[in-house]
């Protein structure tokens, strides 16, 4: 695998890598582990067991079989030490985040987040920690909004709803002299596009739900990191938390990480035609994509992405609310719909139609679109879009 290059080396993660199919009597797919405990020969063994619960089979809230085989191909395609699945993305994030901090701490947030993100940011000020929000994305000025109390740069590159890359490379830097920890949401890119742990970043988190499943028919999420952090975070937001992924979930993202690499090829082909039609129709002020040249970070991108995914923003140039939902509603191949990084090509936006003036604040133009470029033919997409922004 060493001779290979980034790619390839994916590929054979994602469709071989820890089946281990000699100890499953040689089955191409691996057995589902439904059972919620595993028995053992006697007292003794058990307590070693529960010693280092990570390391053995005992209760279904901690390790199983089917979950191990995905958290081995993740930490392996993350280029990480180790990784752990859980129920959802956010029960992932939520982990990663209480996991980094204490009562009297402040957390960073660099430009837009996913809106749950920041909705458990707030919700953690109960508790005393603090947050806030920083709307540059260059690395002097989220220096000078670190705090004396940060403990957690927290980031989405690209950023959410907006698109925009951080240097992932100086934001490790700064971070590390400062004794900061950092965490990125990494699922926009997936691990074939982007390696944020190669770059020095702490910790990644991803909505499993999206591309790496891939079928709209699964929730989960996943945490990857060095065995240092993953040691405090098993024992605590992971077990005693316990928002484990359920083996027959975990049998699904499986399935849904034989295919990544090739429908992540198709969702950067469609994407990068679609966002090109889209730059150039008249009613369109703005695309946000990386992977247009006029992307004003599309140079930090061919740094720090090998591949484009198939989410993106479109800004209209009449931006309200009622040109908004005409245009969304016209649409009939891209489906109305929250969540993205399926098969099918999904529309909607921020602007709710009583929240305007929170968008501007949050340097968000009332009139984005967010489109999440499916699998679809690439012309019958643009011939949607077309009919849909069409007056």
Request: aromatic content about 8%; glycine content about 6%.
């Amino acid at each position: 695998m060493e001779n290979l290059d980034s790619f390839e080396k994916d590929k054979k993660i994602c469709m071989h890598y820890e089946d281990d199919r000699d100890r499953f009597e040689g089955a191409v797919v691996p057995p589902i582990f439904q059972n919620t405990l595993i028995t053992y020969q006697t007292f003794e063994m058990i307590t070693d067991a529960l010693q280092s619960e990570h390391s053995y089979y005992v209760y279904g809230r901690g390790t199983n079989p089917t979950v191990e085989i995905v958290e081995k191909k993740l930490a392996a395609l993350e280029r990480g030490d180790v990784c752990k699945l859980f129920s959802t993305g956010m029960a992932a994030i939520s982990a990663a985040v209480i996991n980094s901090v204490k009562s009297g701490d402040h957390v960073l947030c660099v430009r837009n987040l996913y809106y749950s993100t920041m909705e458990l940011l707030k919700y953690l000020g109960k508790f005393n920690i603090s947050h806030s929000v920083i709307y540059s994305t260059k690395t002097d000025d989220i220096k000078a909004a670190l705090q004396s109390n940060t403990r957690v740069i927290f980031l989405e590159s690209p950023t959410d709803m907006t698109f925009r890359l951080v240097n992932l490379d100086e934001i490790a830097d700064l971070a590390r002299k400062n004794g900061i920890r950092t965490i990125i949401d990494n699922t926009w890119a997936t691990p074939l596009f982007q390696k944020p742990l190669t770059k020095g970043i702490d910790v990644v988190v991803h909505s499993a739900s999206k591309y790496l499943g891939g079928h709209s028919d699964v929730l989960g999420g996943a945490v990857v990191t060095s065995k240092e952090i993953m040691k405090t975070i098993f024992r605590k937001e992971y077990l005693l938390m316990g928002a484990a992924m359920p083996h027959n979930e975990a049998s699904l993202l499986l399935r849904g990480l034989r295919t990544l690499p090739f429908r992540m090829q198709g969702h950067q082909e469609n994407a990068l035609k679609v966002s090109k039609f889209s730059h150039n129709h008249p009613a369109v002020q703005k695309v946000n994509f990386p992977g247009l040249e006029t992307h004003p970070d599309y140079h930090l991108g061919t740094n720090q992405l090998s591949g484009y995914s198939g989410l993106m923003s479109i800004e209209l140039k009449q931006a309200d609310f009622n040109h908004v939902k005409t245009v969304i509603n016209k649409m009939r191949i891209f489906k109305i719909g929250v969540s993205w990084g399926s098969f099918e090509s999904l529309i909607i936006s921020p602007n709710l139609g009583n929240n305007e003036g929170k968008l501007v604040k949050e340097h968000i133009s009332p009139g984005t679109i967010r489109l999440a470029v499916g699998l679809e033919n690439a012309n019958s997409l643009i011939d949607d879009l077309e009919q849909a922004l069409s007056e």
